[in-house]
C-alpha cells in the first residue's frame, strides 16, 4: 500500500528514488564482488605458501577416483555381474570388459578392455587406429557404431571383436533391441582408416582383432594358437 501510494502521490520524486536505489545497490554488489575477489586470492597465497595447509585443502577437495571394474557379459550379450578387481574370478564361458576407470582422460573417457584370459594384471595399449566408418547390420536393419567417444574408447590392442560383443554393444548402448541372439546373424561394413571398405559376417569364431596400428579379421582357432 505503502509503495503504490508513493507512486500515485509524488511519481517524479519516486521514480528518482528508485533508480537512485538501483544504482546503489549496482554499486554495493560491485564492491563486494571486488573484496570477495581479493579475499579469494589472499587466502590462496595463505594456503599455497603453507605446504601442510595445502595437502588438508587439497584432501577435502580432492576429486573422488572411481574404481576400476570388470563386466561379465553373457553369451546372450548382457552384463549379469560388474566386479571390482579384488573380487574377480574368471569363467571362461563368458566374456569381461575391463573399465579403466582411474586412469580415464579428463574428459572422463575410459579405456574398456575385451580380457580373453584370466589375468587382472592389467597391461594394455591403445591402438592408434579409428575406423572411418563402422555399419552392423543386424537381421537386415543397419547401424552405425562409434567405439570411442568422450566416454569410452574400446580402440585397444588386442580387444575382440566378436558376436557377443557387438550384441552387447548395441544392448548397453540402448541402440536397439535384438532377440534370438543365439540365431541372429550379424554383419559389419567398415571403412578403415586406409579408406578400404570391407563387408564382414561376424560371429563368435569370424572376428575383429584390434592391433597397434591396424586391425585383422580372423577365427577363434587361429586366436587359440596366438595367445
Known sequence: MINYYCHRTYPEQYKA??????????????????????TSIKFNELINSNQQLKQIVDNIYKKKVESN????????????MNYYTDNFVYDEHYMYIYADNETKNDAGCVNMVI?????????????NIKLLLLEVKINGNAYKLDLKTDSYNYYI?????????????????KICNIENEDTCKVDIKIIDHHVNTQELEITNYSFIIIKKDDY??????????TI
Open 17 to 38: 528514488k528508485m533508480i537512485n536505489m538501483s544504482y546503489n545497490l549496482i554499486y554495493l554488489f560491485s564492491k563486494c564482488q571486488i573484496l570477495t575477489n581479493k
Open 115 to 127: 580380457l580373453h584370459k584370466q589375468s587382472v594384471l592389467i597391461n594394455y595399449e591403445p591402438s
Open 216 to 225: 585383422i579379421y580372423t577365427d577363434r582357432i587361429i586366436l587359440n594358437k
Open 157 to 173: 590392442v588386442d580387444n575382440i571383436l566378436d558376436k557377443t560383443f557387438f550384441i552387447h554393444f548395441l544392448k548397453k548402448n
Open 69 to 80: 571394474q570388470i563386466y561379465k557379459i553373457d553369451t546372450n550379450g548382457d552384463s549379469t
